[in-house]
């Protein structure tokens, strides 16, 4: 069910028609991506349930990789929508690093609407955590990317945005200046915590939020955070998954 601040912005673009953020012609739908660009976009199609990553179209219906068959992860599933690739690398790029938050909302829209898919039926997440950035990049940056995509969630599936449960302790080099995965993990150990006067009792059931995950190194560690207390159910969602 669309939220009502959807149907205030699909009103909205009826009235004032914005330029789509793939090809910039005007129009006018609830979020700033034409039809024709939006069904170009990468999506990804057929994905390895465990870890998110894209299975070869081979005509199976194979639901995990071998990786995962052989040495599932902690969580419960990671699902990226889209591949890390144009246009979409070039619009969070945009997003993250210019403060352009139109193509924050567009494309945390569009995965507000699968996960409203995943969970139809079934039961919710209890909340949305955002992977929390350091307060120091926080101060750089500006905003944490991770939690606009959560608010855009939580508007659409009305599914609470954990704020400031987990703290990020120490301030680790960005993932993108690492080029091996083996480095990406090791800089990600111990490096969330959760904060005990905030978090709320009997949670079991939560889903992460990342604008893209690539070797799983930072979602893990925090998922490990998360487990250590006393979640048990961990989904992970994000707007692509890359590979190295």
Not at 207 to 227: H, Q, R
Request: with cysteine; glycine share 4%.
């Amino acid at each position: 069910m669309r939220s009502k601040y959807s149907k205030f912005k699909e009103l909205l673009r009826s009235a004032v028609p914005s330029p789509c953020i793939v090809c910039a012609r005007n129009c006018n739908e609830v979020i700033s991506i034409c039809k024709f660009c939006c069904n170009d976009l990468p999506w990804i199609k057929n994905a390895c349930y465990a870890c998110g990553l894209p299975l070869p179209d081979s005509g199976l219906h194979a639901n995990h990789c071998a990786k995962c068959l052989l040495h599932p992860p902690s969580i419960n599933f990671c699902q990226g929508i889209f591949h890390y690739e144009s246009p979409i690398s070039r619009l969070i790029t945009r997003f993250k690093f210019h403060d352009q938050f139109e193509i924050g909302f567009s494309l945390s829209f569009l995965l507000a609407g699968e996960i409203e898919k995943e969970y139809a039926g079934i039961s919710q997440p209890e909340f949305l955590i955002p992977v929390p950035l350091h307060r120091e990049r926080l101060r750089v940056r500006g905003f944490n990317q991770a939690f606009e995509i959560s608010k855009v969630i939580s508007q659409q599936t009305s599914i609470p945005i954990g704020l400031d449960f987990v703290k990020k302790v120490r301030n680790t080099s960005a993932q993108t200046e690492l080029d091996s995965a083996s480095k990406r993990r090791r800089s990600q150990k111990n490096v969330f915590c959760c904060d005990k006067n905030r978090w709320p009792e009997n949670v079991n059931h939560v889903a992460i939020i990342d604008d893209v995950v690539t070797t799983m190194a930072t979602v893990l560690s925090l998922a490990s955070s998360l487990e250590s207390h006393g979640v048990r159910h961990i989904d992970v969602w994000c707007l692509a998954r890359a590979t190295l």
